[in-house]
């Protein structure tokens, strides 16, 4: 798997004075108004927030994957028997093209039995996804481009964090359209119970700039649908979702639970257009 180096120093050094003082404008801000952070989620409840587990309708969550639990979202399966390849999303309800997104994660506890050992203290962040609604109810991850997390391995075996997956979609690395499914960064995982600091900055079709714990991974653009990818050519709406070609230019965030416990705190959002002024 091919690693990918690209340093975006400019966008870091911008998006680190952005997270230290919230009234600075961007270029990609509309000219008034100048953008803020606004946390999108209350801490107390799941209001805004929409779950998706495979095998059940959208907004079923029977077993409580997703939980409030001491002001975290916490993903967790103490009412499950095994996992069964229940995967779930947890959508937030508004649909977004240019904004930025912060917030913490943490693994802890053993993964459930019968996930996958590449699941094992794996989850992450969904971007530009489809809605809730149009994924199936079989369907195991929404189209959508995934900052992924993981964490430490029981044999501490080496690993990277804030990853790109891309489940039915591409995106462009240095001028070129990345086929593999997972693009490595070099930032190194940190163990069980630790948080960890992540921010992206998502341009509509343009570019996609993460942070962790401040420190710039690589910068990634044209984020489009892949007609080679079963995992998106087999969803019998497949054909709507390109209707408009293959570029995507939009939609929702989702945060990921894939067997390995992890809770996530201090979820804020920085809507960078007009169009998202109001949501969707």
Same mark, same amino acid.
């Given at each position: ?5 690209? %340093?975006?120093?400019? +966008?870091?050094?911008?998006? !680190?004075?952005?997270?230290?003082? &919230?009234?600075? $404008?961007d270029v990609s801000a509309t000219a008034g108004a100048e953008p803020e952070w606004e946390s999108i989620f209350d801490g107390k409840t799941l209001n805004g927030w929409t779950p998706k587990i495979s095998m059940e309708p959208v907004g079923q969550d029977k077993d409580k994957t ?17 996992? =069964? ?38 989850? +992450? ?11 199936? !109810?079989? &369907?195991?991850? @929404? ?6 997390? !993981? +964490?430490? !391995? @029981?044999?501490?075996?080496?690993? $990277? ?7 039915? $979609? ?8 990345? %086929?593999?499914?997972?693009? &490595? $960064? ?10 960890? &600091? ?5 341009? =509509?079709? =343009? ?8 420190? @710039? ?27 408009? +070609? ?22 804020q959002l920085m809507r960078l257009d007009t169009d998202n002024a109001g949501g969707h």
């Amino acid at each position: 798997m091919r690693v990918s180096h690209k %340093t975006w120093l400019v +966008g870091g050094v911008a998006l !680190l004075m952005i997270a230290g003082c &919230q009234g600075k $404008t961007d270029v990609s801000a509309t000219a008034g108004a100048e953008p803020e952070w606004e946390s999108i989620f209350d801490g107390k409840t799941l209001n805004g927030w929409t779950p998706k587990i495979s095998m059940e309708p959208v907004g079923q969550d029977k077993d409580k994957t997703f939980e409030v639990v001491d002001g975290t979202i916490r993903v967790s399966y103490e009412g499950y028997d095994e996992f =069964g390849d229940r995967f779930g999303h947890l959508f937030y309800k508004d649909k977004l093209s240019h904004y930025r997104l912060k917030l913490e994660y943490r693994f802890f506890g053993e993964q459930l039995v019968g996930g996958a050992s590449w699941a094992n203290v794996n989850s +992450g962040v969904m971007l530009h996804s489809q809605s809730p609604e149009s994924i199936e !109810l079989d &369907q195991k991850f @929404p189209i959508s481009v995934e900052g992924q997390f !993981l +964490g430490v !391995l @029981p044999d501490n075996s080496p690993r $990277t964090t804030a990853n790109v997956c891309t489940p039915g $979609t591409n995106v462009v690395v240095d001028g070129k359209i990345e %086929t593999e499914h997972c693009i &490595q $960064t070099a930032i190194p995982v940190r163990p069980l119970g630790e948080w960890v &600091q992540y921010e992206v900055e998502v341009l =509509g079709n =343009g570019t996609i700039k993460q942070l962790v714990n401040g420190q @710039p991974t690589f910068e990634f653009s044209g984020a489009q649908y892949d007609p080679s990818d079963k995992r998106l050519t087999d969803l019998k709406n497949a054909n709507a979702m390109m209707e408009n +070609g293959l570029a995507i230019s939009d939609g929702y965030i989702a945060l990921q639970a894939e067997s390995a416990p992890v809770e996530f705190r201090n979820i804020q959002l920085m809507r960078l257009d007009t169009d998202n002024a109001g949501g969707h």
